[in-house]
């Protein structure tokens, strides 16, 4: 299983670009990266997912270097709303025998 | 809002009661699953259904069963628990390689 690293918190601004960086060295072929964002007392809510170069959706990005051992998700202008922990995983995607471990995760936090 | 509902939202039990956790989704996810969530750490893995039948289970002590009674609803017994079982027990599904859609939670406090 892809063990998965990221820094354990990161302050910013509101307006600001944040760009959050998960390291997973031993990747397998046939691996996503998928962030999930979660408030408290809420379950992990799905941000974006990629496999490799560039993803954007409507509230990020993800980019994926060529040798797909590192991830980042950027959160384009923040507001305080993004205040929250973001968590990198890796594997197969969903699915039935699919062991999705979390990381420690990046609390996030953003200040006015 | 989820698409994923999960009951009740706060439980406050005894280490000598039974009770259950209930999850329920319909959008046709063949895939669902248990974790469990302390504070201030990340979810971790519990059980995992496939079409009904438990596929994976990460050694979780007795004192906490699932059952999958259909395709749509997911269910974990609780009997003899300890203090430190206290967490939020989040239910998740998927299908294919879709990612993981969560419910709120249940906050379980064993007293």
């Known amino acids: 299983l892809a063990k998965t690293t990221q820094p354990i918190s990161m302050d910013s601004y509101e307006g600001q670009e944040v760009n959050i960086t998960c390291s997973h060295n031993?990747?397998?072929?046939?691996?996503?990266i998928t962030w999930y964002q979660q408030f408290p007392s809420q379950g992990p809510r799905f941000i974006i997912q990629?496999?490799?170069t560039k993803v954007t959706n409507e509230v990020a990005s993800l980019f994926i270097p060529a040798d797909r051992k590192s991830s980042t998700l950027s959160l384009p202008r923040v507001s305080l709303s993004d205040t929250a922990v973001y968590y990198c995983?890796?594997?197969?995607?969903?699915?039935?025998?699919?062991?999705?471990?979390f990381g420690t995760g990046t609390l996030l936090a953003v200040q006015p | 809002d989820t698409e994923v509902t999960q009951t009740p939202k706060h439980l406050v039990m005894g280490m000598t009661n039974k009770k259950s956790l209930k999850c329920e989704q319909h959008?046709?996810?063949?895939?669902m699953y248990w974790y469990k969530q302390k504070a201030k750490k990340p979810p971790e893995l519990m059980f995992v259904?496939?079409?009904?039948?438990?596929?994976i289970n990460e050694s979780v002590p007795s004192r906490f069963s699932p059952e999958c009674p259909n395709s749509s609803l997911l269910n974990l017994h609780l009997h003899a628990l300890q203090p430190e079982d206290s967490a939020l027990y989040l239910c998740?599904?998927?299908?294919?390689?879709?990612?993981?859609?969560f419910g709120n939670g249940t906050r379980l406090t064993v007293t």
């Open positions: 998740a599904s998927s299908h294919g390689g879709s990612p993981l859609h």
């Open positions: 031993n990747i397998a072929t046939n691996d996503y």
């Open positions: 990629g496999y490799k």
């Open positions: 995983l890796v594997g197969p995607g969903g699915g039935a025998t699919n062991k999705l471990i």
């Open positions: 959008m046709g996810h063949r895939a």
């Open positions: 259904y496939s079409y009904e039948k438990l596929s």
